[in-house]
C-alpha cells in the first residue's frame, strides 16, 4: 500500500506571507496527486488536481508542483479565508484506491 | 447546480448496521464514478470505497472489506453505502463524492454535507 505523509502537521504565518506544504509517497505515483482545503466543519474542496492543474474558480495563488513521490503546495499570498486544514490525496489506476495525507492545518499568526 | 446529499446517519451500538444514502442532482450521476470518505472526530480524512459507473468495479479500503457494500442505483439517481458489523473505529462523518475517473486520472471534485455515523452502546 502507498502511504502519503505531510509537512509541516500545522504552521502559522502572517496575512501575505508565502506558504508551502509537502507531501510525500512511499513510491512513485507519478502525477497521480490531489489536494484539498477542509474549514472546519464543511466539506473538503478540490484545489488542485493531476499535482499542479488549478481547479476551475480556485483563486490562482494556490499552486502545485511535483512529480514522482515528492510534492509541493503553495499558497502564493496567505489570505485571511485560507485559514484550513490541506490534505494531499494520492490515487491508484489498477486497483482503484486511494489514500489521503495526514493533513497540515494552516493558522494565522 | 451539482448536489450531493448524504443522509442514514445515526447512533448504532457496535456489531450493528446501517445503510448510508446519497441522493445526487445537477449531473448525470451514470456517468461517473463515485466514492465514499469518512473523518473520524478530530482526525484526517480517509477514503474508503468507490464504485464504476455501471457498478461492475468496486475497491474498499482494508479496513472495511467484508463489512462495508458500495452500491448504486442510477434509475434513482443515488449511492449507497451498507455498514455490517460496525465497530467503534468506525465512528465518522461520511461524506460521498463526485468522482473524475478516467484514463489515468481522478479527483473528487463534488462532496456532500456529510452524515455523522456513532457506533457505542
Known amino acids: 500500500d502507498i502511504q502519503m505523509t505531510q509537512s ?24 497521480y496527486l490531489n489536494w484539498y482545503q477542509q474549514k472546519p466543519g464543511k ?9 499542479s492543474n488549478l481547479e476551475t474558480g480556485v483563486p490562482s495563488r494556490f499552486s502545485g508542483s511535483g512529480s514522482g513521490t515528492d510534492f509541493t503546495f503553495t499558497i502564493s499570498s496567505l489570505q485571511p479565508e485560507d485559514i484550513a486544514t490541506y490534505y494531499c490525496q494520492q490515487y491508484d489506476n489498477l486497483p482503484r484506491y486511494s489514500t489521503f495525507g495526514p493533513g497540515t492545518k494552516v493558522d494565522i499568526k | 447546480e451539482v448536489q450531493l446529499v448524504e443522509s442514514g446517519g445515526g447512533l448504532v451500538q457496535p456489531g450493528g448496521s446501517l445503510r448510508l444514502s446519497c441522493a445526487a442532482s445537477g449531473f448525470t450521476f451514470s456517468s461517473y464514478w463515485m466514492s465514499w470518505v469518512r473523518q473520524a472526530p478530530g482526525k484526517g480524512l480517509e477514503w474508503v470505497a468507490n464504485i464504476k459507473q455501471d457498478g461492475s468495479e468496486k475497491y474498499y479500503v482494508d479496513s ?28 465518522a462523518v461520511y461524506y460521498c463524492a463526485r468522482d473524475q475517473r478516467g484514463f489515468r486520472e481522478s479527483r473528487l471534485d463534488y462532496w456532500g454535507q456529510g452524515t455523522l455515523v456513532t457506533v457505542s452502546s
Open chain 1, 8 to 31: 509541516p502537521s500545522s504552521l502559522s504565518a502572517s496575512v501575505g506571507d508565502r506558504v508551502t506544504i509537502t507531501c510525500q509517497a512511499s513510491q512513485d505515483i507519478s502525477n
Open chain 1, 43 to 51: 466539506a473538503p474542496k478540490l484545489l488542485i488536481y493531476d499535482a
Open chain 2, 64 to 91: 472495511v472489506k467484508g463489512r462495508f457494500t458500495i452500491s448504486r442505483d442510477n434509475a434513482k439517481n443515488s449511492l449507497y453505502l451498507q455498514m455490517n458489523s460496525l465497530r467503534a473505529e468506525d465512528t
